[in-house]
Each structure stands twice: as structure tokens, then as C-alpha cells.
């Protein structure tokens, strides 16, 4: 863990009751600056906030932002619960594959995309729905995915 690193997590530390308690900010700090969390990683903040390695990989496990694999540049994380199911996913990820030409868990050879799946994003009315590096598109199509890709340099 860098210095920098170190002293943002620090800094979180003063607006929780526990260290525990900044486990998730500790790993979104360390992945901003990385791309993603890597088990070095999960060492390191574990050991600063004075928990088991393993507790700390359940979080990351459970909350599905944290990537404990290395990603492309832009992550897609398309929504595969059931109003975007309902309303035309099953096209968005045939549009989606076919542009990028990898499938759900791949990244392109390029690293330009990673592609995940996500449940529901809260956005069911605008379904179909989809997060592009953490930023929420409702009311997707073909026309509107090759828009969003072709602003991800
Ligand atoms: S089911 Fe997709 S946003 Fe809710």
C-alpha cells in the first residue's frame, strides 16, 4: 500500500466509529488508485483496519463494485434482474458482446472494456439499465450502447 493510500484510508477513519467500519472506503480508495484489489491489497488494508483477511474478502465478495480481478479501463456492468430481463436484456447483451466481442467476465484484448453482470441498479423504470465505470444508463438500445462506447476511450 502506497503512502497516499495509506493516508486517505487514514483520513476516512475519523468519520467511523470503527476501523472495521471504513473496510468498504478502504477498498474503494485502494482501487481507485489500482484499477482493482488485488490479495496484496486485501493483506494490506486488513491488516490497518484490524480484521482477518478473509472477513474483509467476504465484503469484497458480497459488494460486487470492488473488483478483485484486474478490469479494462471502462467497466460495463449490465443489469440481469427482472425488469431489464423483461424489458429486452437478452438484446442489450447480444448488442454488447457482439461490439466488444467478449462475454460476461472478459475484458477486451485491448483492455479498453470489462463486461459484468450486476442485479437490479434501482432503475427499474428505465429499464433496460446498465452502469458504464459507475455512471447509470436507463432506457438503453443499440443506437444509445454504441454512443456510450464510442465516448470510452
Ligand atoms: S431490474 Fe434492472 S434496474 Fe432494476
Known amino acids: 500500500m502506497t503512502m ?3 493516508q486517505e484510508i487514514e483520513a476516512e477513519l ?8 471504513v473496510c468498504i472506503d ?7 488508485h489500482r484499477g482493482w ?10 491488516e490497518l483496519l484490524e480484521m482477518s483477511p478473509s472477513d474483509l474478502d467476504g465484503v469484497a465478495t458480497f459488494y460486487n463494485l470492488i473488483f478483485r480481478r484486474p ?3 471502462h467497466v460495463i456492468m449490465l443489469c440481469d434482474s427482472v425488469s431489464c430481463w423483461i424489458m429486452g436484456y437478452e438484446r442489450i447483451r447480444a448488442h454488447l458482446t457482439e461490439q466488444l466481442g467478449i462475454e460476461f467476465g472478459e475484458t477486451t484484448p485491448d483492455n479498453r472494456f470489462t463486461l459484468l453482470p450486476i442485479v437490479c441498479l434501482g432503475a427499474c423504470q428505465h429499464a433496460p439499465a446498465l ?9 438503453v438500445d443499440a443506437a444509445k450502447i454504441d454512443i456510450l462506447l464510442e465516448g470510452c476511450k
Open 4 to 6: 497516499e493510500e495509506r
Open 131 to 139: 452502469l458504464v465505470d459507475n455512471e447509470l444508463h436507463g432506457d
Open 37 to 46: 484489489v488485488s490479495d496484496e491489497s486485501i493483506l494490506a488494508i486488513a
Open 26 to 32: 478502504a477498498m474503494k480508495i485502494v482501487q481507485r
Open 14 to 21: 475519523a468519520h467511523y466509529p470503527t476501523k472495521q467500519a
Open 71 to 73: 478490469v479494462g479501463r
